[in-house]
């Protein structure tokens, strides 16, 4: 009964979802979970779904494809819109994660030190991801968790980085904005892109980016811009976001073919409607 039920509403809501721009397209929810193995720690996410997808699968016709968004220090996981429409719109459903919290100690470079004395974080963003994981196969069991896509900007791309390197047998692809600690990944079984800004103050340590003949071998994308590291968000203009979006794009068709896609500017405000009644968290404002 319930297969037949949201069939029938698909027919509509497909119709919708491919030949009209309404704002209803793709559905931003806020929710956060409390980590028991962390003292209760809150991990807050905003998932991003296309609302035709998400009920195809939850009508169990279709398996999603998972992309997990980090973001950089001091900015909000909520700041990433124009990248989580892009894999929104061809039908992934993302997670984008607020690894910081007001009470974390500050995170501090500490030269000469393992990943400038980060591990730290990125072992909490690890946790942190594996977390929401967990409790988001509750809502969304209809999804493919082992193969994930990481996307991450600056210490977000470096928690990509770093998760796809301890958990590489979850991971399909990464997608970094200027992470400037972890090295890249060189063994061709992850396919990696890469944006790197042209800063004069934030620069990627020695040994993270490989030379263009190791890029060439592991079939690791790397594109040289000349954007500031802090435009590399919602922050950033327009003209900044919407080239990486279309090599985001181009990065995609590689793997998946041309799909068709929502307009990119389709999200509607955060919400919980139509998630699953059972097992659902505590629903937040965004920050």
Known sequence: MKRGIVVLCLCTVAIAAYYSADRWAIRHTTLTFHDVLRDDRD???DIAVRRDKEMQALAEMIELPVAILSHGNTVKNTEYSFLTNVFASRGYLVVSIQHDL????????????????????????????????????KLYPNANYQRLTMIGHSNGGDISMFFAK??????KK??????????????????????RS??????????????????AKAGIKVVRTEFQHNDLSDRGPDNVKSS????????????????LT???????????????SQD???TVGNK
Not at 244 to 259: H, M, N, P, R, S
Not at 262 to 276: E, G, I, K, R, V
């Open 174 to 195: 990464v997608v970094t904005l200027d992470n400037l600690r972890v090295p890249f990944i060189t063994d061709g079984k992850i396919k990696i892109l890469s944006f």
């Open 280 to 282: 659902k968290p505590t």
């Open 43 to 45: 991990v807050t996410v």
């Open 198 to 215: 042209k800063d004069p103050v934030f620069k990627a340590d020695p040994g993270v980016v490989p030379d263009d003949e190791i890029c």
């Open 244 to 259: 990486i979006q279309a090599k985001v794009q181009e990065f995609l068709d590689e793997d998946e073919g041309q799909q």
């Open 262 to 276: 929502m307009p990119l500017l389709t999200a509607a405000a955060p919400s919980q409607d139509h998630l699953p």
């Open 102 to 137: 007001d009470t974390d100690a500050p995170m501090v470079t500490k030269a000469g030190e393992e990943y400038a004395g980060r591990r730290m974080q990125y072992n909490r963003g690890v946790f942190n991801i594996m977390a929401a994981v967990d409790e988001i196969k």
């Open 166 to 171: 301890q958990h590489p047998d979850l991971v």
